[in-house]
């Protein structure tokens, strides 16, 4: 009963920092919660048993693409400046 509870409360928080993401008009900002979404993600992942799903999540969804992206951004910010 309290695993349905965690999952429905984490779930909740995703669309939240989904919605965040979108609609943020910051960009760091909706990177940060576009990472916040995978994070909760592989912890749903790790409720529902499977701990193999959740470290791929938790590398590549919330870490590795949210280092990617700010790379990014901060590229296309330093050619803005230059032109």
Do not use: C
């Not at 999540?57 to 590229?75: D, H, M, Q, T």
């Amino acid at each position: 009963m309290i695993q349905l509870i965690i999952a429905i409360v984490l779930g909740m928080i995703m669309i939240l920092m989904a919605g965040v993401a979108i609609y943020h008009k910051k960009l760091k900002v909706a990177i940060i919660a576009a990472g916040a979404v995978s994070l909760f993600a592989s912890i749903l992942y790790i409720l529902l048993a499977a701990p193999d799903v959740a470290l791929t999540e938790a590398s590549i969804g919330s870490g590795l693409s949210v280092v990617i992206f700010f790379y990014v951004l901060n590229k296309i910010r330093k050619y803005d400046t230059e032109k």
